[in-house]
Structure formats: structure tokens, C-alpha cells
């Protein structure tokens, strides 16, 4: 199995950027799906973005698309999460995820392991 450990959250102003770390123990992010949700109190854990096992293929939500890419490093065993022009919307804590299949997982209980997840606050 996989562990995962999130990092990079933070305070930032409306319009800033933030490059969110996952990174890896026991198994290479090259064996997952891996993607990123977020969670607000009170709501849901909300898809943000994913890519399949062999990356390529990546799937936005709606509300991040043009402003958040997510990239791997193999050789870091590391998944990022890299987020610009921030909005008040986008506060949350941060998780990543990893999962099984060749196909991009967009569901949260598609995943089977999770980080403790990374706090990002927006400042207007």
C-alpha cells in the first residue's frame, strides 16, 4: 500500500498561487490513479482535479479549470498540485488521493488512499 502526505498549504491573498505537495511512501505514484479533492466544513469532499496512472489525461472541475495543473515526479515520487489566481471559493483543506485502474478517477470512493490532508486559506 501507499501513504501519503500533503504539504505546501497556507495563507494567501486573493490572486496568489500556492504549489501543494503529496508525497509518496511505499508504493511509486506511477502505480496510481492519483488525484486532488478538497473539503470545506459543513460540505462534501469536492473533485478538483485527477490524471490516470500513466498521467497524460488529466480531468478538471469546472471551477479550477485554466488556473490549476497537477503534475507528477516519478524519480520524487511526488504528485503536486500547483494553483494560481486564487479565489476566496478555493479555501479548503486539500487532499490528495490515490487509487486502482488505468482510468482517471473523478469520485471520491473510487480512491482507496488518502492523505491527512494541507489547509489553504484565501485572503480577499
Known amino acids: 500500500q501507499v501513504q501519503l502526505v500533503e504539504s505546501g498549504g497556507g495563507l494567501v491573498q486573493a490572486g496568489g498561487s500556492l504549489r501543494l505537495s503529496c508525497a509518496a511512501s511505499?508504493?511509486?505514484?506511477?502505480?496510481?490513479?492519483m488525484g486532488w479533492f478538497r473539503q470545506v466544513p459543513g460540505k462534501e469532499r469536492e473533485f478538483v482535479i485527477a490524471n490516470r496512472r500513466s498521467g497524460g489525461i488529466t480531468v478538471y472541475a469546472g471551477s479550477v479549470k485554466g488556473r490549476f495543473t497537477m503534475s507528477r515526479d516519478n524519480a520524487e515520487n511526488t504528485v503536486y498540485l500547483q494553483m494560481n489566481n486564487l479565489k476566496s471559493e478555493d479555501a479548503a483543506i486539500y487532499y490528495c488521493?490515490?487509487?486502482?485502474?488505468?482510468?482517471?478517477?473523478?469520485?471520491?470512493?473510487?480512491?482507496?488512499?488518502w492523505g491527512q490532508g494541507t489547509q489553504v486559506t484565501v485572503s480577499s
Open positions: 511505499g508504493r511509486t505514484v506511477s502505480s496510481y490513479a
Open positions: 488521493a490515490a487509487g486502482f485502474g488505468q482510468r482517471v478517477l473523478t469520485s471520491s470512493n473510487t480512491y482507496d488512499y
